[in-house]
């Protein structure tokens, strides 16, 4: 055995992995997983049956990833999760595969920051970029796109999609979807302002801020309903790209956004 791969552990013979990955003590590797180079997992963890990880992943103590649904539909079906490269999963985090009532796939992207306590229910699906903080949960099929970030104790209802570079306070509940570029807050979420700290950090120039805002404005802070307002942001959108992400999300929304 591999001088990286502590002797307690416990992996499959079918599992293939990387020459230069390390294993902690007592970490459980089950059939069908694979796990790219430069990946670590320490002690105690567990990889769950059909789970793909790729390279250079941190994934720490007592986490539970690829494990069968809490979805009483669920039955066995071969279904899959997906981590993609360079992602931080810390203690005790917990990522369930899909189901066949989607498209049997939970898929993490690259790049993401998933703190302790975390739940990432069946189904879901996190760009690129991410960072959620401690004791966050997902319920099945929610979508997260780039630059999201979710504060601690954050809850989504099931099928939620939370829009890019959006960022959500601490304890806060979404039973409908968040649109890119808006922190919000509270049980049920309320949308506040425009995330403009995060958009600069992120190069975003002062002229597509302030579009943004204004189209914020045009959203949540008029008298205009949902339809007039989107008319007035596709008006802003023709000078300003980025708030084409926004129209485009809220006409694609099937829970109806928070507002």
């Given at each position: 055995?591999?001088?990286?791969?502590?002797?307690?552990?416990?992996?499959?013979?079918?599992?293939?992995?990387?020459?230069?990955?390390?294993?902690?003590?007592?970490?459980?590797?089950?059939?069908?997983?694979?796990?790219?180079?430069?990946?670590?997992?320490?002690?105690?963890?567990?990889?769950?049956?059909?789970?793909?990880?790729?390279?250079?992943?941190?994934?720490?103590?007592?986490?539970?990833?690829?494990?069968?649904?809490?979805?009483?539909?669920?039955?066995?079906?071969?279904?899959?999760?997906?981590?993609?490269?360079?992602?931080?999963?810390?203690?005790?985090?917990?990522?369930?595969?899909?189901?066949?009532?989607?498209?049997?796939?939970?898929?993490?992207?690259?790049?993401?920051?998933?703190?302790?306590?975390?739940?990432?229910?069946?189904?879901?699906?996190?760009?690129?970029?991410?960072?959620?903080?401690?004791?966050?949960?997902?319920?099945?099929?929610?979508?997260?796109?780039?630059?999201?970030i979710l504060g601690g104790f954050t809850?989504l209802h099931q099928f939620c999609r939370?829009?890019?570079?959006?960022?959500?306070?601490?304890?806060?509940?979404?039973?409908?979807?968040?649109?890119?570029?808006?922190?919000?807050?509270?049980?049920?979420?309320?949308?506040?302002?425009?995330?403009?700290?995060?958009?600069?950090?992120?190069?975003?120039?002062?002229?597509?801020?302030?579009?943004?805002?204004?189209?914020?404005?045009?959203?949540?802070?008029?008298?205009?309903?949902?339809?007039?307002?989107?008319?007035?942001?596709?008006?802003?959108?023709?000078?300003?790209?980025?708030?084409?992400?926004?129209?485009?999300?809220?006409?694609?929304?099937?829970?109806?956004?928070?507002?």
């Open positions: 055995m591999s001088q990286l791969i502590h002797p307690t552990a416990i992996i499959d013979e079918s599992a293939q992995i990387a020459d230069d990955v390390k294993i902690g003590a007592y970490t459980i590797i089950e059939a069908d997983v694979t796990i790219g180079k430069g990946t670590e997992i320490k002690h105690h963890a567990t990889i769950a049956k059909h789970t793909d990880i790729g390279e250079n992943n941190r994934i720490f103590q007592y986490c539970s990833i690829g494990e069968e649904s809490q979805d009483k539909k669920y039955q066995g079906e071969p279904t899959r999760t997906l981590i993609g490269n360079n992602n931080t999963i810390r203690e005790y985090v917990s990522i369930h595969r899909g189901t066949v009532d989607d498209k049997g796939l939970t898929q993490i992207g690259d790049d993401n920051w998933i703190m302790a306590y975390v739940h990432i229910a069946h189904d879901c699906v996190l760009a690129n970029n991410i960072i959620i903080a401690n004791c966050a949960t997902l319920a099945g099929h929610v979508h997260l796109d780039d630059y999201v809850k939370i829009g890019a570079h959006a960022f959500t306070a601490m304890d806060t509940n979404f039973q409908k979807d968040l649109p890119p570029y808006v922190m919000a807050q509270g049980s049920p979420a309320k949308p506040r302002i425009i995330n403009a700290e995060g958009l600069k950090r992120r190069g975003y120039s002062q002229e597509d801020i302030s579009a943004l805002k204004k189209a914020f404005r045009y959203l949540y802070k008029s008298d205009l309903r949902l339809t007039d307002a989107l008319i007035e942001m596709q008006k802003l959108a023709d000078k300003h790209p980025c708030v084409q992400l926004m129209v485009d999300f809220i006409n694609s929304s099937s829970r109806s956004i928070v507002r």
